[in-house]
């Protein structure tokens, strides 16, 4: 059996999508194993870099499949790939067991689009199925403590590094 320590962690990314007035999208998630508190059920759009993948096209990608959101405009990104590790007690039923967290590469997006084209119920045109139930437009300084607590240090770092763009 794999030690908790000896296990990778998933590459992924996440994006903050910021709109006209300096607001971020957020999501609340469905279910999933990492979701384990109803009350910090909020994110931002994030996921799995592909084997070969580039960061930036991910960001992009993942961005449409859980959102549709296509008309953005790249405003910065965290430089170093921040990591979180999920709950040792749920690291079986997530992501099949391979992974003790995530690393992530981070990007601030500028939403230029109208809201018309935000669909999280059939995202990426509909190819793709929905990971938010609902989502909003929130505060940037609101936002570490809308999420899953154990992700709460990687939402801090990256509310101060984008937090300027929000103004």
């Known amino acids: ?24 999208f957020i999501g609340r998630r469905t279910e999933g ?14 996921g799995g870099v592909d084997p070969g993948e580039d960061p930036w096209p991910a960001a992009l990608r993942e961005l ?8 953005v405009e790249k405003l910065g990104e965290v430089e170093e790939w921040l990591a979180y590790d999920i709950p040792r ?17 981070w990007y601030a997006l500028r939403f230029t689009g109208d809201e018309r084209e935000i669909n999280i119920h ?12 609902e989502w909003r437009w929130e505060p940037v300084e609101n936002l ?3 999420i899953i607590p154990f992700k709460r240090p990687v939402y801090e770092r990256v509310v101060a590094a984008f937090s300027k763009y929000a103004r």
């Open 144 to 146: 570490p403590g809308l």
């Open 33 to 46: 194993p990492e979701h384990v508190d109803d009350v910090h059920a909020w994110q931002m759009p994030q």
């Open 122 to 133: 059939e995202p990426g045109g509909g190819a793709h199925e929905a990971e938010f139930a």
């Open 1 to 24: 059996m794999t030690r908790f320590e000896d296990l990778p962690y998933r590459p992924c990314v996440g994006v903050m999508v910021l709109n006209r007035d300096g607001l971020a």
């Open 64 to 71: 449409y499949e859980e959102t549709s959101i296509r008309s």
């Open 89 to 105: 007690d749920i690291v079986g039923q997530a992501w099949k067991g391979r992974y003790r967290g995530q690393t992530q590469k």
